[in-house]
């Protein structure tokens, strides 16, 4: 690479990385500032103030915020866990075994993801109510798992193809039976596929707003997006910005440990070592 | 241990293809028996019925007087090392070592022992602690090896287990096959295409060829008597070469001169007209070199060189003849069969290396005619096969098995000893 082609790859580099980030930046700066700083145009608050994190976390707008948030966090974590079992063995069937309606399962599946939200939200609104799963736990985490199993699905699939297949044969030979094998095996070494799906699916559960708001009235299985959605500012005559964006902030940070945390695992490479090299 | 009976195997995949034609083969307790074939010829598809990786369409498989036809591969209780070894990655040696142990809820202490034991065996000691990822090519497949000899299983099965190793340390995990199947006193089964593995480790040799049995027998009856074409063309390297020849009385009209036969081959093939004649490159000599007394036993022809190969200790001579059109095809179609190409039709000969025979220059050969079989082109079967004298050789091997395995067992566990057996078998 020339040197005059590796300056431009570092100035688009840091383009993207601005591009990316400005709005993060931003929402970070907006919640420390104060109501009169909000609208003066500037990048960087005035004065620092922690005024919207208390207003969310222990003033007016705590009661709707940290029930919202506990919500998320269970509702969600529920969901991903559910989504990643559920997934790990249609995944498994998928690659290893060969059976009848394999690809109408996987064609329904994605079918599953790309059909519109908001068009089955009314109907599932009205069935919900008679039932009596509106404004319940097992009432969002339904949903969520039609909106996390099919992705989860496809990618999962994807990394069972991977391993190969003597692994699973060995075992056999060696003692195992088909259950042995998968959960001494073949499981571990699809670790990494079994923690970015199990990412992935978390992300898309805890940044859903339209069965959120859509599917709960009360804090009792309110989740955060649609909580950010009702705050109110501290009189009727100031918006709520500054707290949103702190709450905003509150909830990515999850997701960012998350990342840090899983990084490592989503390492690929691991079957390095098992087969000829 | 146990022996391994197949009756009347077939294989057959859902668009009818047979992979594996009713194939019957007997392997003795004991026994180290090499399935060999071109590739596509059923041999890894039977190895992997024999372990229960593949169903069996019709047949039986039974192994040690129990027929395992419809039981899960853990229940057949045989250890197999796959081609591409199949180490677990996430597990340490010792841990690979030991996994067949842990399923069968084996004692912690016991599972140590066994563990060293093997470890000690195939020098793995230190080792141990590491993962396979950090392991040589060598280290991975005596891994493979490890697991397989951890626990006592009927019978030991290898799929071409050195086909990914460099030429060198495959010769040397060869001797160490050879010599831990001797130490152990194992029923093995070995599946390859290389020839020198089929013919240095095995008693006895099978050759398939698209999913039949062609000729069981040990490697120097193979050699020797081969049963067809088939047989001849695919043991031995450089491969037999076959010459066209045409029958009067008893003598046989090739392109390289006359060739006299004996009482009995002049039975077999009399009454043909058009005929192969199979002569191996070491049945040929420099006419000037050969021995006064040996050359009575075969004629002597002039013929143009067209390459010599020499290196060092022998030396080859690329001698190109004509051959009717219809035997050219066959030819052609034999050694695609064997998965090789033959672009012309031409004789390898091996000469003295001292042999000062030059490329492009005609030169005088002696063909030494007492060891040549003589095949029908059309059925490829072998008019001259002394079927005595080839049950002779194999029952001769046989003996020689049976005197080193008494020997082995004789001398208990001791691994210098088996060292220095490993090397004469070998």
Partial sequence: MSRREKTWWIVGGIAIIIYALFPIAWIVSLSFKGPSDIANGQFLPTQLTWENYSLILTGAASDLFLPALRNSFGIVLIATAIASVLSMFAAYAIARLDFRGKKLILGTALAVAIFPVISIVTPLFNVWRNIGLYDTWPGLIIPYLSLTLPISIWTMSAFFREIPWEMEQAAQVDGATTWQAFRRVIVPLAAPGVFTTAIIAFFIAWNDFVYGISLTSTSAARPVPAALGLFSGASQFVDPTGSIAAAAVIVTIPVIVLVLIFQRRIVAGLTNGAVKG | ?426
């Fill in chain 2, 1 to 426: 241990m146990a022996s391994i009976e197949m009756r009347n195997i077939v294989k057959q995949y859902g668009d009818g293809f047979p992979a594996v034609n009713d194939v019957s083969l007997d392997i003795a307790d004991g026994e180290f028996m090499i399935l060999v074939g071109p590739s596509g010829c059923g041999k890894s598809t039977l190895l992997r019925m024999v372990v229960g990786l593949e169903d069996i369409t019709s047949g039986d498989m039974v192994i040690g007087d129990k027929r395992v036809n419809d039981l899960a591969p853990r229940d057949r209780n045989l250890s197999m090392v796959f081609q591409n070894y199949a180490l677990y990655p996430h597990m340490t040696v010792f841990e690979n070592i030991a996994f067949p142990l842990r399923l069968s809820k084996t004692p912690d202490d016991q599972v140590r022992r066994r563990v060293t034991e093997a470890a000690d065996v195939l020098e793995l000691q230190e080792h141990l602690d590491r993962k396979p990822a950090n392991l040589s090519g060598g280290q991975r497949q005596r891994v493979a090896m490890g697991r397989a000899i951890v626990r006592q299983a009927e019978a030991f099965l290898f799929d071409e287990p050195l086909s990914n190793l460099d030429a060198k340390l495959r010769g040397q995990m060869r001797t160490e096959i050879s010599r831990l199947q001797r130490r152990l006193g194992i029923t093995t089964v070995y599946v390859t295409h290389d020839q020198t593995e089929a013919m240095t480790l095995g008693d006895r040799v099978c050759v398939l060829r698209k999913g039949k049995i062609q000729q069981v027998a040990s490697p120097r009856e193979l050699y020797e008597q081969p049963v067809n074409l088939f047989v001849a063309g695919f043991i031995g390297s450089p491969p037999m070469n076959f010459l066209p020849a045409t029958v009067e009385g008893r003598r046989l009209e090739t392109p390289f001169g006359a060739m006299e036969l004996d009482d009995r081959r002049a039975a077999a093939v009399s009454g043909r007209d058009l005929l192969l004649v199979g002569i191996r490159p070491e049945y040929f000599e420099d006419a000037s070199i050969v021995d006064e007394a040996k050359r009575p036993h075969g004629t002597t022809f002039r013929a143009r060189v067209d390459v010599t190969e020499w290196l060092g200790d022998q030396q080859y001579a690329y001698i190109p003849y004509d051959a009717p059109e219809e035997v050219q095809n066959q030819l052609r179609e034999l050694s695609r069969e064997l998965d090789s190409e033959a672009l012309r039709t031409q004789a390898i000969v091996s000469i003295d290396s001292t042999s000062r025979i030059r490329e492009g220059r005609e030169a005088e050969f002696w063909m030494d005619s007492r060891k040549a079989h003589v095949f029908d082109p059309s059925t490829g079967e072998n008019l001259t096969r002394d079927a005595e004298a080839g049950a002779e050789l194999t029952r001769l091997a046989e003996e020689d098995r049976q005197e080193q395995v008494e020997e082995a067992r004789s001398r208990g566990e001791s691994i210098s000893g088996g060292d220095r057996r490993g090397a004469e078998v070998a």
